[in-house]
């Protein structure tokens, strides 16, 4: 399904109501529950701007018709909330916008990620479902009985309890049923075929049987990425053997840990974000790695050492599988809970100067090199090369990548052993051209000599390249 491919992505993750409209209007408003006008049509005019960013594949979120409703949450402008899957959401364009932005984005030889729901419809309130106006499923025996998921630890109450509550709650389709199985296999096959797009990110899929998977995704006939929002890589790990890819909750949980809330050194970082997700994941080259996304506060909304979130990021995109960046983490939003974790991108006016933009563009530049020039870049796991408290570092083929939680006080110079019979050759630190004098990385003697400056992780590129 694609796997070759989706491995040597770097993905950008937007929710199409807030990321451009039809016409820029930078003072429009950017934030709150309600539609705010976001459309297909306006992430063509923006991809540019995710070029320069070094994105290579954009998961947009969901297409279809959902309730027109303003609940007590709002507007379903997020797309999560269905009502119609044999529809479009017109809120964001037409059938022919939705295909000029897939075809735009081939045209410059980039993917498009669509995000789907196969779990529940919507409803407004706490008052009696409606059921005869979801499609296609609109009959009551459709439907488990509804009943709120009270311990999202015990499988069977993900699986027919109801997500939500009674300002929102979540219609729970009997997705075991096997003709529902086969309509669903048949609606994602048409999709495909009508839109064309290169992969689809499967919402709450800890809610939908297992079993559910194979024949869908074979249906679809395109790579699939799983959000299974658990933080043990056991759990998570096994929905690899249904599909090819998963979210990375279990490294964004060691992330947060680790560099925001600094409750374990890097030791631990190794054990439980490297050694255990190597264990528990079938492939972890297709493990979607991320640090934000639309349901967790922005890292920067409690963190207040720039150096820990880089550290974070560089994490997200160096280390085994593949990185996501969520709309707004270049441009340093700092939201907290949803709504505030998705304020439109316009109010950033697309800035592509400021250092955190700059930071990623460049790290996701030269991961593309680096693909590019590596066959087995992204196939081969990362090789440990030092891990003490202070410092994990780890090599990947034409790169050397040293992560501290140190926090912004923290300055050290570094050797490391190495295996390799190079005696001499000067490194190109992804981050700054040109270093201090004499704080130049390189490689001697078999031996990595460098230098961790404001607790800054380094990302050291071999120059060969380069050229
Ligand atoms: C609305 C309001 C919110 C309000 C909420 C009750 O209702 O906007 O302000 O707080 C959509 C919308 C949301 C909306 C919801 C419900 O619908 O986007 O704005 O919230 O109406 C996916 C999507 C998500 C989407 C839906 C529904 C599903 O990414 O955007 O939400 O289509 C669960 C699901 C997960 C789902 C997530 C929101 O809820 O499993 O699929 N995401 C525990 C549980 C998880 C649970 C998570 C968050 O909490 O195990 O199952 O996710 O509630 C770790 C553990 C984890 C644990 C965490 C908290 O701690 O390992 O297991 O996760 O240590």
């Known amino acids: 399904y694609g796997a070759a491919i989706w491995r040597k992505q770097n993905i950008y993750q937007l929710l199409t109501d807030r990321f451009a409209r039809n016409e820029d209007d930078y003072d429009h408003p950017a934030t709150g529950r309600l539609y705010l006008g976001g459309t297909w049509r306006g992430i063509i005019s ?11 594949a954009v998961w947009i979120s969901p297409i279809v018709k959902n309730i027109e409703e303003t609940t007590g949450y709002g507007q379903a402008y997020h797309g999560y909330w269905t009502e119609d899957m044999t529809e479009l959401n017109s809120h964001f364009g037409t059938a022919d916008d939705l295909r000029a932005l897939v075809q735009a984005l081939h045209e410059r030889n980039m993917l498009c990620m669509i995000d789907i729901v196969v779990n529940h419809m919507a409803h407004s309130g706490s008052g009696p479902v409606n059921f005869a106006r979801y499609r296609p499923f609109h009959r009551a025996e459709d439907y488990h009985e509804k009943r709120f998921i009270r311990d999202y630890d015990n499988l069977n109450d993900c699986l027919t309890g109801w997500l939500g509550d009674n300002v929102v709650c979540l219609p729970d389709i009997r997705t075991e049923n096997p003709r529902i199985c086969s309509i669903f296999q048949n609606w994602i096959a048409f999709l495909h075929r009508e839109y064309n797009f290169d992969g689809i990110r499967v919402d709450t899929a800890k809610h939908v049987q297992k079993t559910f998977y194979p024949p869908f995704v074979h249906a679809a006939n395109v790579f699939a990425m799983a959000e299974v929002f658990h933080g043990d890589p056991a759990y998570v790990g096994v929905y690899q053997h249904y599909l090819p890819s998963v979210l990375n909750y279990p490294l964004y949980y060691q992330l947060r840990d680790t560099f925001l809330d600094r409750k374990q050194n890097m030791s631990v970082f190794y054990q439980k974000a490297v050694l255990d997700i190597h264990r528990s994941f079938y492939d972890v080259t297709t493990a979607g790695n991320f640090v934000e996304n639309h349901d967790v506060p922005r890292f920067l909304h409690t963190c207040r050492d720039y150096s820990l979130a880089v550290n974070a990021l560089v994490a997200t995109i160096f280390m085994d599988g593949f990185p996501i960046i969520y709309q707004g983490q270049e441009q340093m939003y700092n939201g907290g809970d949803d709504p505030e974790n998705r304020d439109a991108l316009w109010k950033s006016r697309y800035d592509t100067t400021n250092s955190m933009f700059r930071v990623i563009s460049s790290l996701l530049k030269y991961r593309l090199k680096l693909c590019d020039i590596y066959s087995n870049f992204t196939t081969e796991p990362t090789q440990p090369l030092l891990v003490n408290d202070q410092l994990y570092a780890f090599t990947r083929p034409g790169v050397y990548v040293i992560l501290t939680n140190m926090g ?18 000067p490194l190109v630190d992804a981050f700054d051209e040109k270093p201090p004098a004499g704080l130049e990385s390189r490689i001697a003697s078999s031996t990595l000599h460098t230098s961790i400056q404001f607790g800054f992780p380094k990302v050291l590129i071999d120059p060969s390249i380069l050229y």
């Open 46 to 56: 923006k991809l540019d701007y995710l070029q320069s960013l070094g994105i290579t």
């Open 408 to 425: 912004s006080t923290f300055n050290s110079r570094i050797q490391i052993p190495l295996r390799t019979t190079c005696e001499n050759k």
